[in-house]
């Protein structure tokens, strides 16, 4: 079972760095806008699925953008019934920018306080199943 | 800090005491509870004292032995009862100098090794006809030395080497050093000029110049214990102990409290060990914590707040800001780069603060970062089973590092192999990151192998990384960037000798874990500190200041490499970065802010000091310290 969610993991992350090559980013986001969480029932713990992503994206053929680790997350957890949002967040000074994923408002798998210094620009909500996000 | 001074010609020219006095009139200021001198025959040594610890001895510096050796000690012996218990004396009767003096009779050379403290030392063997100067392993007191015309000069601080109307050349690798950000070491800004390495000392043989260590943070050594819980209490104890060394009786101090980790936990265990000692209405340190509102990646207040609440003190609480500087050119010449005009009224304001609280001695928990176990390099320690051959340490490391640092195996494999095979440390400065205005090329050679660096090359990859760390924290001490006004004296409990070896000891995994920084000091110390501190998450840094600084005044900046010193002697390009300063954007500038600064602090000491009616440190100087209280010659 963990085996198969890492090698979806690794094919999922193949897929998405694809699409962000050929794509620019209002074109993934909108893709991202229309793609509704999962009805099936959600996998019990997210956690299974961030330790299955570490895995995959540490013997991934390059080092993950923020970006791209971020939107791969949000399509799995989608997939798994979570209603996942990406979001785009912009350090002014230096400038800086990062991508996270939340589930209802709380940041998945992100360092306490690595987020403090980021203001929110975008945010890719999930409609789905669980609720519509704003 | 108390002063050594002297001089000697070893080509037997006579001193006087005239001369003698005129070499120590610049830092008078700096030291004045006392000063003395000992003139004999082409040898002179100088004296100023400042008390800040109960074992300062005035009247007996600088000390004569019965064989005629002579010696001067600033600082403080921690280890005087072990010593005078060896040498056999009575630690309390004898001054810290007649143990340096007497540990050389016996030991010799050997005997610097014996001192632990914060000390600097001038000494004077009669039988040989040699001259030493020394430092501590940490380079916490500064002693600098030229040689010229048959005779050496050692002075504690270079105003002594400016104060006879000399004006010594701009020393070019130093200069190109300061510019490219990479170690100066023990160069000065000025030619012919140079600092006694911290952990060594120089010996003087006539002609003959020689720097010897007598310690060295190279060892791979390493303390095992059994359980977790013993390396804490070795900790605790080494931890307690060096505070204690340095928050003893004998000078009023001051602690700096930011609010991190490593000021709050050296404030909380001076007042566990004072509460334990002296009952629960013991005197408790007075800290001073900095903060700026205007800084969002800086907001100290509430941590320093929450660890005055818990000891149920308030401290003084400065408002700063890194926008206050102003980029204009100090009024007086200054011995070394890194303030501008604002310098004096910042120095002012904080010296009345100083003054008004009979202040002498800083407290700094300086060096926490990189010994505690601070931002990790999982590098050296993956280096390390490679160079072993323990493969499945490497395979579990990786795996764990990877996921830590978001990196794939096979980057962080290519970084452990060029670690372990490569060249990782060579001191010349990174091309590829320097400014495209800077013009230093063959004035910093491209690798330094001498000193600690050269002992620990073929050594462990983790063994050079902790020296190429101890050399990090040696070049960026507080003290070492002295102001325009004071001179102060700085104690750092976290480079506590006996405390370091400890640490350069343990395994990495006990320092820090995955998840867990600091890890031996959260646990060693959690139930001292409050509880805001221990979960802070990151420590703050200022980012948004300097650069903000930086673009708001692109036309001072501009205008100050309009004729440009630096660019005159070809170490940078003027009209290049006046370019950059002027047209690119903030990211350029955050970019370069470093090299950036380093080049407009530089500009501006260059100035300061060929400006004729600038060079005020020949002038009378404001008093800034204590009055002068008694003079003895």
């Known amino acids: 079972m963990r085996m198969r969610l890492i090698v979806r993991c690794w094919l999922s992350l193949l897929w998405t760095d694809i699409r962000l090559r050929v794509q620019e980013y209002p074109a993934v986001r909108s893709f991202l806008l229309r793609r509704r969480t999962s009805d099936r029932t959600p996998i019990q713990n997210p956690a299974m699925l961030s330790e299955a992503m570490d895995l995959a994206s540490i013997f991934y053929l390059r080092r993950l953008s923020p970006l791209h680790r971020a939107l791969c997350h949000t399509l799995l957890l989608r997939d798994h019934g979570w209603p996942a949002e990406l979001v785009v967040g912009l350090q002014l000074l230096p400038a800086e920018s990062y991508a996270w994923v939340e589930v209802d408002g709380v940041p998945v798998h992100e360092r306490a306080g690595a987020l403090d210094t980021f203001q929110v620009i975008d945010r890719c909500c999930s409609i789905g199943r669980r609720e519509r996000s704003v | 800090m108390s002063v050594l001074l002297g001089s000697w010609h070893y080509e037997g020219r006579p001193v006087d ?27 002179c040594f100088g004296y100023q004292l400042l008390s800040t610890h109960d074992r300062d001895w005035s009247s007996r510096e600088p000390y004569t032995d019965a064989h005629g050796n002579v ?54 063997c009669a039988e040989h006809g040699k001259l030493f100067l020394a430092r501590d392993h940490a380079g916490t007191q500064s002693l600098f030395y030229r040689t010229r015309s048959g005779s050496v000069v050692w002075s504690t601080y270079l105003e002594t080497f400016l104060a006879d109307g000399a004006s010594p050349e701009l020393d070019r690798e130093y200069a190109a050093r300061y510019l ?17 390495p911290p952990g060594a000392y120089v010996r003087f043989d006539h002609g003959a110049t020689r720097i010897m260590g007598h310690w060295t943070p190279v060892t791979e050594d390493r303390i095992r214990y059994r359980t977790d819980g013993e390396y804490e209490q070795h900790f605790f104890h080494l931890f307690r102990q060096a505070v204690e060394r340095r928050t003893a009786n004998g000078a009023t101090i001051v602690a700096e409290l930011s609010g991190g980790m490593d000021s709050s936990a050296i404030v909380c265990m001076d007042d566990y060990a004072k509460r334990e000692r002296f009952g629960p209405d013991a005197p408790l340190l007075d800290t001073l914590s900095y903060f700026d509102d205007g800084e969002p990646n800086w907001n100290e207040k509430p941590f320093f707040t929450a660890v005055e609440e818990a000891r149920g003190k308030r401290g003084i609480h400065i408002a700063t800001s890194y926008r206050r500087r102003d980029f204009s050119v100090p009024d007086r010449a200054y011995p070394l780069p890194g303030i501008d005009g604002s310098a004096a009224a910042w120095e002012r304001a904080l010296e009345e603060h100083f003054r008004s609280h009979e202040k002498r001695v800083v ?71 320097l400014p495209p205005w800077l013009r230093i090329s063959g004035s910093i050679p491209a690798r330094t192998t001498s000193g600690w660096m050269g002992e620990a090359a073929g050594k462990l990859p983790s063994t050079r990384d902790s020296v190429a760390m101890w050399h990090s924290v040696m070049e960026t001490l507080p003290h070492r960037l002295p102001g325009l006004l004071t001179r102060r004296e700085y104690r750092y409990p976290i480079l506590d000798r006996d405390l370091v070896e400890f640490l350069l000891r343990v395994p990495s995994d006990q320092l820090r874990r995955p998840g867990e920084r600091r890890s031996l000091m959260r646990r060693a110390l959690g139930s001292l500190i409050p509880i805001a501190v221990m979960q802070r998450t990151r420590k703050a840094f200022l980012q948004r200041g300097p650069i903000r600084l930086l673009d708001e005044n692109r036309g001072v900046i501009s205008s100050l490499f309009d004729s440009s010193a630096l660019g005159d002697l070809g170490l940078i390009d003027a009209s290049y970065l006046r370019k950059m300063v002027q047209h690119d954007g903030i990211v350029s500038l955050a970019q370069h802010r470093k090299p950036l600064m380093r080049a407009i602090h530089l500009e501006l000491w260059l100035r300061a000091r060929l400006t004729p009616e600038t060079r005020a440190l020949r002038e009378p100087h404001e008093s800034v310290y204590l009055e002068q209280s008694s003079v003895s010659a």
């Open chain 2, 180 to 196: 490219a950000c990479v170690p100066t070491k023990s160069l000065t800004p000025y030619a012919g000029i140079w600092e006694v």
């Open chain 2, 17 to 43: 005491l005239a001369r003698a006095k005129e070499l120590g009139a610049p830092t008078r200021r700096y030291a004045a509870d006392a000063d003395s001198y000992l003139v004999s025959g082409s040898l």
């Open chain 2, 363 to 433: 407290i700094s928990g300086f060096g926490g970062d990189e010994l505690l176990g601070g931002p990790s390099n999982p590098v050296p320690a993956l280096a390390d089973a490679l160079v072993e051959r323990r493969f499945g340490r490497l395979r579990e490391g990786l795996v764990q590092c990877s996921i830590a640092e978001r990196i794939t195996v096979w980057q962080m494999l290519y970084e452990a192999v060029h670690s372990a095979y490569g060249h990782p440390w060579s001191k010349g400065p990174d091309r590829a990151t």
């Open chain 2, 71 to 124: 010696a001067a000690f600033a600082g403080r012996l921690d280890n005087h009862h072990e010593l005078a218990g060896l040498l056999g004396l009575r630690s309390a009767a004898t001054p810290d100098v007649r143990l340096v003096l007497e540990a050389y009779r016996r030991w010799g050379e050997e005997s610097f090794t014996q001192l632990i403290g914060d000390w600097s030392l001038a000494l004077w």
